[in-house]
């Protein structure tokens, strides 16, 4: 194991901001893996399974059981761990500019079209080569001028070149669950099958630029930009992105952890990172994927105390009862039904709620949703 300290550029004097690395296997070999925790920084689930994960890949490394290369960040954002106001985390935007640490990351296959339209062939594992070196290259020539952007920066420098890439993340109170793109999907089934996930959201962008779609966006974005000119190459899905919502936030145990790090190590010695005699079987799915356009965000009509009728894994039908909104003054109940058919995979934490503020997610089968299909 190799351990990187990667300085970020200094908001301000006297004051400097370190993310750390760590490296198993051997640098360049393939597949690669890159796994980061906690970009939402107040979303701590990811960092103890990093901690987990971490011990069982340093005993594999050890004996020489990686073919390829795993690159682990347990605390992918020191920022937003160090931002706390009223003595509560604020790990979810940036202080400084208000920005959602998960938004705004580069269109890569924008940038690197000019580079890359006149060098791909029919080999298509050469085209692979060429558009990670040309991502390589933009990023390197990437001046940042802000902590944020070094941090972005260094995090995807980190990343690019990996042919998969999972983000933990998790939610307020949930059921575990999984984003992915449409052309990521086939390749991350069985990912979504080792850690039990019971909703598992597909989109071709979501909108909004995070980090996981960052990096699988480019391939399929870059395809599509080549064929709208004419020029028909082979151009596989070089890298497979997810978010993993590791349930709650208060789901942070040694028994949890543990069982969803076994479940990421079972998954990368059935993708041959790690080599094994007999690699694991895949279990069958707890649910089947459905559209991100077809979940529905549960939102309150009315100020209130929340009452949920509805929790985290529920089945539900159009119709039911997810909460009851109670304002006290007026003396009035306010009920909240759900919109689709589907299990709620997510609700809030709080117990009072702004009128329009969101509740809860359902998902649903069926599109409907257009637009940007994040949150902030």
Known sequence: MQTIHHPLLSASLGSQKTLTSFHFGTPGHSPKVYIQASLHADELPGMLVAHHLRALLAVADAAGQLRGEVVLVPVANPLGLAQRLDHKPMGRFDLGTSENFNR???????????AVRNVLGKDPQANVNAVRHAVGEHLRNWVPTTELESLRRTLLSLAFDADFVLDLHCDAEAVMHFYTEESCWPQLAPLAR?????????AKNSGGGPFDECLSGVWWQLADAL??????????????????????????????AQADAQAIYAWLQHTQVISCPQPPDVPAFKCQPTPLAGSETVTAPAPGVVVFAATAGDMLRKGDLVAEVIDPIADRTH???????GVLFARIRD??????GELAKIAGAIPFRTGALLGA
């Open 351 to 356: 117990r009072y709620i702004t009128a329009g």
């Open 104 to 114: 705004h990351y580069p269109d890569l296959a924008k940038a690197i079209l000019p």
């Open 227 to 256: 064929a709208a000119v004419g020029l028909a190459v082979p151009l596989p899905q070089g890298c497979c992105t997810t978010t993993i919502e590791l349930r709650g936030e208060a789901d942070v145990s040694h028994a949890w």
């Open 335 to 341: 009920r909240v039904l759900a919109g689709v058919d």
């Open 194 to 202: 080792f850690l039990g996930c019971e909703a598992i959201l597909l």
